[in-house]
């Protein structure tokens, strides 16, 4: 599974975005999508997940209410909507794919993931 992070750009606090992460593969649509961000100087952190069918996603506190996971599997891409951003959103945003094939269960752990695509930068201006 290959997978690439677009749609990063700058904002305005209280702007939007909406992140893709296309993949290439045949079985993506069998994998749980993560979502992560490293803010330059700091560690990676978990943002988001969603389970393979789409019915079953997991915040991170800090953007639950504001972000949105979503995933159309006939299109392998995999979307998080960014709403309300603060100044503390600004990261690299990567998506990751887990080798767990059909499970209910999402994964907030970066352990869990084996494939990482190339991140996306997102600019949040105060």
């Known amino acids: 599974v290959q997978l690439q992070a677009s749609g990063g750009g700058s904002v305005q606090a209280g702007g939007s975005l909406r992140l893709s992460c296309a993949a290439s593969g045949r079985t993506f649509s069998t994998k749980p999508i993560g979502w992560f961000r490293q803010p330059q100087g700091k560690e990676r952190e978990f943002v988001s997940a969603i389970n393979w069918s789409g019915d079953n996603t997991y915040y991170a506190d800090s953007v639950k209410g504001r972000f949105t996971i979503s995933r159309d599997n006939a299109k392998n891409a995999v979307y998080l909507q960014m709403n309300s951003l603060k100044p503390e959103g600004a990261a690299v945003y990567y998506c990751?794919?887990?080798?767990?094939?059909?499970?209910?269960?999402?994964?907030?752990?970066?352990?869990?993931?084996?494939?990482w695509g190339q991140g996306t930068q997102v600019t949040v201006s105060s």
């Open positions: 990751a794919a887990s080798s767990y094939i059909r499970s209910y269960y999402v994964y907030y752990n970066s352990l869990e993931y084996n494939y």
